[in-house]
C-alpha cells in the first residue's frame, strides 16, 4: 500500500521560503511518478513539479522558484520553494502514479493528506 505523508507547511511573508517533504513508503516499483500539486481555495488542483526516470519538471508558474527533488536514501521527495508570492499559497499535495506522469490530478492514484502554504503580502 503507497502512503504518501506531507510536512513544511507553514505561513511565510512574501519572497519567503519553505521546503516541503513528502515521506513515501509502500513503493517497489522505481518507475513511479512524483509530483506536488496545491489546490487554492476555490480552485482546480494545479500541478507545480514532477520527477521521474530521473526527470524533474516544473511549471512555467514556479520556474527559477520552485525545485523538486529526492532522497532515495529515505525515501522522501521534496519541494524547495524559494521567493514565495501570495498567489503560491494553498494546500499542497504529494501524489504518486505507476503509469507515468500528468499534470492532470486525475491521472495521479495515491495522495497525501496534504500540508498547508500560507504566503502573506
Known amino acids: 500500500q503507497v502512503q504518501l505523508v506531507e510536512s513544511g507547511g507553514g505561513s511565510v511573508q512574501t519572497g519567503g521560503s519553505l521546503r516541503l517533504s513528502c515521506a513515501v513508503s509502500?513503493?517497489?516499483?522505481?518507475?513511479?511518478?512524483f509530483a506536488w500539486f496545491r489546490q487554492a481555495p476555490g480552485k482546480e488542483r494545479e500541478g507545480v513539479a514532477q520527477?521521474?526516470?530521473?526527470?524533474?519538471f516544473v511549471d512555467d508558474s514556479v520556474r527559477f522558484r520552485f525545485t523538486i527533488s529526492e532522497d532515495k536514501a529515505s525515501n522522501t521527495l521534496f519541494l524547495q520553494m524559494n521567493n514565495l508570492k501570495p498567489e503560491d499559497a494553498g494546500m499542497y499535495y504529494c501524489?504518486?502514479?505507476?503509469?507515468?506522469?500528468?499534470?492532470?490530478?486525475?491521472?495521479?492514484?495515491?495522495w497525501g493528506q496534504g500540508t498547508q502554504v500560507t504566503v502573506s503580502s
Open positions: 501524489a504518486a502514479d505507476l503509469n507515468g506522469c500528468s499534470w492532470k490530478a486525475s491521472d495521479f492514484a495515491y
Open positions: 509502500g513503493v517497489t516499483d522505481k518507475t513511479y511518478c
Open positions: 520527477t521521474h526516470a530521473n526527470r524533474r
